[in-house]
């Protein structure tokens, strides 16, 4: 039976090159500076980058000695994540798989998701929830995980609308006529951009935000035994930053 395709396996299809021109990927060595910092540089540690797209995190992970291996759902973004790498003369483990179902088993020691790898995107809670167990699956006891995630407390004292236009580029994806529901936690939107190729596409899109208790609890009920949440500003992630309702994403670290 023919699927249709979710909006988020649309908008990656043939955007490698222009999803790396966003302005929020360009935060990439001073998070990584910051993850390094979380695992104690050690370089021994197995990382898995979940909702990789195209190896951002992966690629400098890499490039700083650690043993990392990507996967996405995007075999468009993957795509453009060996190019880069194979450019950098790297050899990475970039695997297409679906977040909700990974195949490893007790296998990683860290687990990052970046930009909302994935979370938050599902067309259900359950289906973002079965993201973060099927993580917790892959990663050995004691293992850490760092994400981030939308804000819900941001919508809540924002415009959506307002804060879109304060954060478009020229030539980059505009996100417009938001909508957000108070019900569900979930804004809906409609994407312009432009792939690889020079076409204009236009999407209806909708993610889910949490809101700070929503996260603890998730990771609590899956056994994590420590979770710090933050404020998660593009580029210079610290645990001094205290989340609160300007953030539009926070940043999470949870230990098992």
């Not at 938050?120 to 892959?138: P, V």
């Not at 929503?214 to 992630?237: M, V």
């Amino acid at each position: 039976m023919y699927m249709k395709k979710q909006w988020y396996e649309l908008l990656f299809e043939n955007y490698g090159q222009k999803y790396d021109s966003e302005s929020y990927t360009q935060g990439t060595v001073g998070e990584c500076d910051f993850i390094e910092k979380e695992i104690k540089f050690d370089k021994s540690l197995k990382i898995l980058d979940v909702g990789c797209g195209t190896g951002r995190h992966a690629i400098e992970l890499t490039k700083r000695g650690y043993n990392v291996t990507g996967i996405d759902l995007s075999e468009s973004q993957l795509k453009r994540a060996r190019e880069k790498a194979e450019e950098n003369n790297l050899v990475i483990d970039f695997q297409c798989q679906d977040a909700r179902n990974l195949p490893f088993d007790s296998e990683f020691d860290v687990a990052i998701m970046m930009c909302e790898g994935g979370f938050s995107l599902m067309e259900t809670d359950e289906m973002n929830f079965e993201i973060l167990k099927s993580i917790t699956r892959s990663l050995k006891p004691d293992a850490k995980l760092i994400f981030t995630t939308t804000n819900g407390l941001f919508p809540l004292f924002h415009s959506l609308d307002d804060f879109y236009v304060s954060t478009a580029e020229e030539g980059n994806s505009i996100c417009g006529n938001n909508r957000f529901d108070l019900m569900t936690f979930r804004s809906y939107n409609t994407v312009e951009f432009e792939d690889d190729s020079g076409n204009k596409k236009t999407l209806d899109c909708n993610e889910r935000y949490y809101v700070p208790c929503e996260i603890t609890w998730l990771l609590k009920s899956l056994g994590y035994k420590t979770i710090d949440i933050f404020g998660a500003r593009l580029g210079a992630f610290s645990r001094e930053h205290k989340l609160t309702k300007e953030d539009f994403e926070m940043l999470v670290i949870a230990n098992l």
